[in-house]
């Protein structure tokens, strides 16, 4: 059976429906509280409530974007899934260094050391809830080049992937050294229909694009409201009014890459979840951008591709346990 894992078990990956391919559903820890306050998210009421929005509009799955230790609590992502019945991906591995604890020791540990707690997380159980396994492995990477320890932890993603078929996620910095996170993925045993590159529309150069897709793997966009100044307005993107390069990149990619594109809204900071107050509030991906694609000219069949066909393609496990 091809499936992907929620927090709630394996599912038919046939059944991922309408999904967000990358977000945040709960962030805290001491790290956070101290250095990024602004990027805390522990209002359990709060969160169910956006989450029961989106499952009013037909939203069935979501891709939780934050590893172990960095802010992640999968007990709290089985017990929003559970009311919401929103399915939620909980991810393994280790993000930018910046939201660890300086001594966390996994900052340090080698590729066999990385290997072994990611294999844990994905088949036995993750650290905060021995009733949850992960379902995809995160991994970043901070500049223009891969550091020594970065290279390190895509090796021992690429792998966790090779062993088990856990999708792999990975954090651009705008966009940056994609071509470099395939090479050192591909090099060591993941395949690219399982892998998934984050914040490319942050660099928006289709030339660019281009090339990182034509070695087959999948580019997540998740900038739809982030060129805008007043995010509640869809028609007031930025860098020049009436611009939105997220929107443009879709309009003429898309077509040629009809399976390599999925979409989110990585809103990491409450001031963008409507439930918290802010804007422009996740409903706006599933409602405003999409209306803004069909707009644009993109075919039905592309736009259900990019929402629910794709994150079935990419988020699966690529062999069986």
């Known amino acids: 059976m091809s499936f992907f894992r929620s927090v ?17 559903l709960w962030l805290n820890s001491p790290r ?12 359990f009421d709060l969160i169910l409530a956006e989450l029961d929005s989106l499952f009013q509009l037909g939203v069935q799955t979501c891709v939780d974007a934050m590893p172990g230790r960095s802010g992640r609590d999968t007990e709290k992502l089985k017990q929003l899934s559970k009311q919401s019945q929103v399915s939620i991906i909980a991810s393994t591995g280790v993000h930018l260094e910046a939201y660890y604890q300086p001594d966390d020791p996994v900052l340090a540990w080698n590729r066999d050391d990385l290997a072994r707690y990611f294999l844990g997380e994905i088949e036995v159980q993750t ?26 932890r895509f090796i021992a993603g690429a792998i966790a992937q090779a062993k088990t078929g856990c999708p792999i996620l990975t954090h651009t910095e705008k966009g940056e050294a994609a ?12 395949v690219p229909e399982g892998i998934i590159l984050s914040h490319l529309d ?9 090339e990182v897709l034509s070695t087959g793997v999948t580019l997540e966009y998740d900038s739809c409201f982030r060129w805008s100044k007043d995010k509640s307005d869809p028609q007031s993107f930025g860098p020049e009014p009436g611009k939105n390069p997220t929107l443009d990149l879709l309009v003429e990619l898309l077509p040629e890459y009809p399976v390599q594109f999925v979409i989110g809204m990585d809103a990491a900071k409450s001031s ?14 599933i409602t405003k951008f999409k209306e803004l694609l069909h707009e644009r000219g993109l075919l039905s ?14 988020y699966r496990f690529h062999r069986s346990l």
């Open 8 to 24: 709630l078990g394996d599912i038919p990956h046939s059944l991922m429906g309408v999904t967000y391919s990358h977000e945040h």
């Open 32 to 43: 956070l509280a101290s250095h990024y306050p602004e990027l805390l998210l522990r209002d």
């Open 127 to 152: 650290e905060e809830s021995p009733a949850v396994r992960a379902g995809c492995i995160k991994l970043a990477s901070s500049g223009s080049r891969l550091t020594d320890q970065e290279r390190e």
């Open 179 to 190: 071509l470099e996170q395939v090479e050192i993925l591909l090099a060591h045993g993941a």
């Open 202 to 210: 942050r660099r928006p150069d289709p030339g660019y694009h281009r």
């Open 272 to 285: 963008l979840w409507e439930s918290y107050g802010g804007t422009p509030g996740h409903l706006f991906l």
């Open 301 to 314: 069949d592309l736009i259900d591709g990019l929402f629910i066909l794709n994150p079935a393609r990419a």
